[in-house]
């Protein structure tokens, strides 16, 4: 070049060179005759610059050089196939060596910004302190009194036990329904239980004289869920004929048959304000009601899978919905979606429960209970029951569980028949079981 003698106007020595150059060690195509195609360590900067979007482009810059230098060589040399195929081969080799020089990375030019997704609040770990055995067949369904004293479980062998909370023991055995239990819960305005179960029944029992003084007739089908309301006397029942019904505590009539799903209702649960009702059902959504007009106000269809538990936060306006295909977060009242928990329980969720420091407890039909932070969604343990002796592996089953009142006991029933109380590790520290957190790369929104 002309101004190769210039060294102010002389170019990087670097750049692509095509034709009859030097090669490093000389390329024999087997005929005794060189084939020249140099490989580039670097692009001009006056080609690219430092524009990020350029630097992404030099291995297809690079390599349109080095198809140009094919076509020269094939074109001085004829249509001879074997040399052609010496020089694809090696202008390959060279736009290679000339990407892995350059190091095209361009996490080294993208400014790293911080993760704005929320650092987890570090939990203690649960252990399981205690088992319970005394019911006969799968325990379905758990309710707490709201004076934290006792806790009732109802199960397959037909019956509902109360348990005394803080020694274990068992105080009453209930009869009276001919199907297993689905449903519990206890009034915190009234003297009363309520349970539903697979005969259709649902029934307000007295707990002054342990009996049953009222029944709700209506269901056409087994019941799989119950749910009172917080502020005024009405009950609601969902279950396998699609509808979830309200029901009048008092005076035993029904108040709304509040129809939409199309499949069964398997979870159900309340708050003072709209939306008062939230159902989900096997038909993968879920469904925001106004108690108003037992009209629907809104239809979540995110999930892919049966919507089997869905738990309300005590104190913030947001709820949590577990399927098999994942755990979700839901705003209220107008139902955004927030995010994915941060991990799969690759099971089916049966139960669900937040307590007031934000620990989400998912139990799943295999056994597995996980333990979240709510504000993060990362999963901060991962444990497995263990079965009673003399019963099967595939009864590691978890159908329902609850916080007490306090939110520091947890207490699962299962499908091994007994009744598993959890508390918090009180030796465990940070320093001891610190956090394995890595905030996700990318946010899958649905």
Known sequence: ??????????????????????????INDGA???????PSHGISERVLGTDPKATVMAPLFILALCMGSVFI?????????????????????????????????????????????????????WKNYRVISGHLGWVRSIAFDPSNSWFCTGSADRTIK???????????????????????????????????????????????????????HGHLSGVYCLALHPTIDVLLTGGRDSVCRVWDIRSKMQVFALSGHNET?????????????????????????DLRYGKTMCTLTHHKKSVRAMALHPNEDCF????????????????????????????????????????????????????WDWKSGHCFQQSQTIVQPGSLDSEAGIYALSYDVTGSRLVTCEADKTIKMWKEDETATPETHPVNFKPPKDIRRF
């Open 265 to 289: 209702v398997c979870s159900v649960f309340t708050r003072p304000t709209d939306p008062q009702v939230i159902t989900g059902s096997h038909d993968t959504t879920i469904k925001f009601w």
């Open 73 to 125: 060589e094939y074109c001085s040399r004829g249509p001879d196939f074997f040399v052609l195929h010496q020089i694809v081969g090696k202008v390959y080799e060279a736009f290679l060596l000339s990407v892995s020089c350059r190091n095209l990375s361009t996490s080294a030019l993208v400014e790293r910004i911080p993760s704005r997704w929320p650092r987890p609040v570090w939990h203690a770990p």
């Open 32 to 38: 005794g005759t060189s084939i020249a195609v140099a």
């Open 162 to 216: 109360i348990w005394d909370l803080g020694t274990g023991k068992l105080k009453l055995t209930l009869t009276g329904h001919i199907e297993q239990i689905r449903g519990l819960a206890v009034s915190n305005r009234h003297t009363y239980m309520f349970s539903a179960g697979d005969d259709k029944q649902v029934k307000c029992w007295d707990l002054e004289q342990n009996k049953v003084i009222r029944s709700y």
């Open 320 to 371: 949590a919905s577990a399927s098999a295909d994942n755990i979700k977060k839901f705003n209220l009242p107008k139902g955004e979606f927030l995010h994915n928990m941060l991990a799969q329980q690759k099971a089916i969720i049966n139960a669900m429960a937040v307590n007031d420091e934000g620990v989400l407890a998912t139990g799943g039909d295999n056994g597995s209970l996980w333990f």
């Open 1 to 26: 070049p002309g101004n190769s003698g210039d060294p102010q106007k002389a170019g990087p020595q670097n750049d692509l060179a095509v034709g009859p150059p030097v090669l490093p060690k000389g």
